[in-house]
């Protein structure tokens, strides 16, 4: 099993449409937990950290539920520019494990919005 | 945008051959990561540097070696390249270990025949 798991979509919307993503993990010590963003062949880039009391960044919110060790990503309102890959992050935390403080990604959900 | 190139940016190359990609920071950050990106999978860690000739291994570091001799540059050689290193490679730099947010060089499209 995979330590993050993502639909990898692809999700297809319209524009100004909300469109949620999800993201389970499986080691539920983890401390930490991030969206990055990803272009089409370019480098990954932190979008937002995730707090266990939700949090909100413009359009976009995000969510956590350590008790179903489960992540949420809701964007509204889609523009154009949201087309891209969105990779669910989580920092391993295990004392005394080889994992502590290095960031293990899932494969990513693509969001295509169209006009 | 983070001070953090790599170079070359693409490369073809042939079983059996050696190949060096090169990440260079600018930021003076003390952490520093290889990682690949392949279909289907997540970034996955190779090796990362912890500080000059500090060096671990990642989740797949076979047939993978490093090297960090200065702060500013992390060598990542595959001693005898094979079609499955066949990837993206991506260099990561950040601060210290605590802190949350890592920032990537523009990756190196390596392609192996």
């Known amino acids: 099993r995979k330590e993050v798991e993502q639909d990898p979509g692809p999700f297809n919307v319209p524009e100004g449409a909300t469109v949620a993503f999800n993201c389970t993990y499986s080691n539920s010590a983890s401390q930490s937990f991030f969206w990055y963003r990803q272009d089409c062949r370019k480098e990954p880039k932190l979008l937002m950290s995730?707090?266990?009391s939700g949090n909100e960044d413009g359009r976009f919110t995000a969510q956590l539920n350590r008790a179903s060790q489960y992540i949420s990503l809701l964007i509204r309102d889609s523009k154009l520019s949201d087309s891209a890959t969105y990779l669910c992050v989580v920092k391993g935390s295990v004392e005394g494990s080889s994992n502590t403080g290095k960031l293990i990604f899932g494969q990513g959900t693509t969001l295509q919005v169209k006009p | 945008d983070a001070g953090i190139t790599q170079s070359p940016r693409h490369k073809v190359t042939e079983t059996g051959t050696p190949v060096t990609l090169r990440c260079h920071q600018t930021e003076n950050h003390r952490y520093m990561y290889w990682y690949r990106q392949d279909p289907g999978h997540g970034l996955r860690l190779i090796h990362y540097?912890?500080?000059?000739?500090?060096?671990d291994k990642g989740e797949v570091s076979d047939g993978y070696s490093v090297s960090r001799s200065k702060t500013e540059d992390f060598l990542l050689t595959l001693e005898s390249a094979t079609s499955s290193q066949t990837s993206v490679y991506f260099c990561?730099?950040?601060?210290?270990?605590?802190?949350?947010?890592?920032?990537f060089g523009p990756g190196t499209r390596l392609t192996v025949l």
């Open positions: 995730v707090y266990s």
């Open positions: 540097s912890y500080g000059v000739k500090d060096t």
């Open positions: 990561a730099i950040s601060e210290t270990r605590t802190i949350n947010e890592q920032f």
